[in-house]
């Protein structure tokens, strides 16, 4: 064996991730790449916005010196400076440039968070459905990704939560509004968690952090808003990007920011600025640090995706799928007719529709379309979704 063990096992772990994708290359290079309904991948499929394109042609045109050298590993001042403004207002908090970090999106941002808070052993605590990539950040610092099932609807357990908490725990790790479920959690039930972990980090007796991963934050529907989490527990930190509200997934800037309230915020960020230079990140990149500061706020036009949503909600409701209604991100997480999901995801691929079981998500009994696609690609799938619904029901 050439390579880790470690890495082995979780290639063999996610392998049928990786057969389901070259399931869909195969099924595309046979029918033609028109003829599949890929809803595997949450690429957006939406143009960045004009302010985007004209910013960034801006900065590519400026000629200065030293535009393109390496800098602080927490990134340019004035783009921290325009982050934190922004975030003033929609945590409606004071922060100042010092409290953010510019970082290679937020799958960056979170390993540089983990990167910093982790010793070998400890234990990050995060609800399923959930982001499957979590365990493997956490598994790159030596931590557990210990998970614990959401309700029914999809919002905190705040019980489970509690119950997983042990002396190994260091921090809790929500997404919101998630992926895969489009959930958005309550600021009620956020208070609720922060007093949790306020009560058990003095069992414990050291300070237990909640994450807060929210790349789809500006994705959301119907009025739905997505709380602070800074107000709600001052032991907090943000993870974020710009890869899904401005589609530049390809070009991983986003940022995390600590906040302002937090008891050893200067050891905090001191962690993560070495953590962004030793994972080899060193600083985010350049150029989209110019760009993005000068858009703070800007995002792709919201209602296709909510237009995208209730073509897909009400197709697959007429089919007879169940379904809780994303109040946001671009993901559906139906539950499969029968019990094994990834069977019925494999019924969904003889009609050529890709989607991606919920056990690859922690959420057996379910399945994944992300919507970010083509509104042709949802109507034409639909006669296939509702063929394999009637098959099983
Ligand atoms: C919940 C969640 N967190 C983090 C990421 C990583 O985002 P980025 O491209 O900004 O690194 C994704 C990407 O799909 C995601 O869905």
């Not at 710009?242 to 960020?269: C, H």
């Not at 019925?344 to 009994?365: D, K, M, N, R």
Request: aromatic residues 10%; proline residues 6%.
């Amino acid at each position: 064996m050439t390579i880790a063990n470690y890495i082995s096992q979780i290639l063999s772990r996610s392998s049928w991730i990786r057969r389901m994708f070259e399931e869909g290359t195969r099924l595309k290079a046979k029918h033609g790449a028109g003829n599949v309904y890929d809803f595997s991948l949450g690429n957006p499929n939406l143009e960045p916005p004009h302010e985007f394109k004209a910013a960034l042609q801006q900065a590519v045109m400026n000629s200065a010196a030293g535009l393109h050298a390496y800098m602080p590993n927490t990134g340019y001042p004035h783009v921290r400076q325009a982050v934190a403004d922004y975030l003033c207002q929609e945590q409606k908090m004071p922060l100042t440039a010092n409290e953010v970090i510019m970082t290679c999106g937020a799958a960056g941002a979170l390993n540089v968070i983990l990167k910093a808070l982790l010793d070998p052993g400890d234990e990050i605590i995060s609800p399923v459905p959930g982001f499957v990539e979590y365990t493997f950040y956490a598994g790159n610092h030596g931590g557990i990704l210990k998970t614990v099932p959401a309700r029914a609807d999809f919002t905190l357990d705040i019980g489970a939560i509690s119950a997983a908490v042990t002396a190994k725990t260091k921090a809790v790790l929500v997404n919101s509004p998630n992926n895969p479920t489009g959930q958005i959690y309550s600021e009620e039930s956020l208070v609720k968690l922060g007093m949790l972990l306020k009560n058990k980090g003095k069992e414990v007796g050291h300070t237990l952090y909640l994450i807060s991963d929210e790349p789809y934050r500006k994705i959301v529907y119907d009025g739905s808003k997505v709380p602070g989490i800074f107000k709600c527990y001052p032991e907090s930190i943000i993870a974020s990007s710009y890869s899904k509200d401005i589609s530049i997934a390809g070009e991983r800037i986003g940022f995390l920011a600590v906040n302002p309230q937090a008891a050893f915020k200067a050891e905090l960020l001191g962690g993560m600025a070495l953590a962004n230079r030793i994972l080899g990140f060193v600083n985010a990149p350049a150029l989209m640090q110019r760009v993005v500061a000068s858009i703070q706020g800007a995002s792709v036009d919201i209602s296709v995706y909510t237009r995208k949503r209730d073509l897909l909600c009400d197709g697959l409701a007429d089919c007879g799928y169940q379904f809780v209604k994303p109040s946001g991100a671009f993901y559906l997480f139906p539950k499969t007719p029968l019990p094994d999901d990834v069977q019925f995801v494999q019924a969904l691929q003889e009609e050529l529709i890709l989607t991606v079981p919920g056990s690859g998500f922690g959420g057996p009994g379910y399945f994944r379309i992300a919507f970010c696609v083509d509104d042709s690609t949802i109507i034409n799938a639909m006669p296939g979704f509702k063929r394999v619904m009637e098959k099983y029901k």
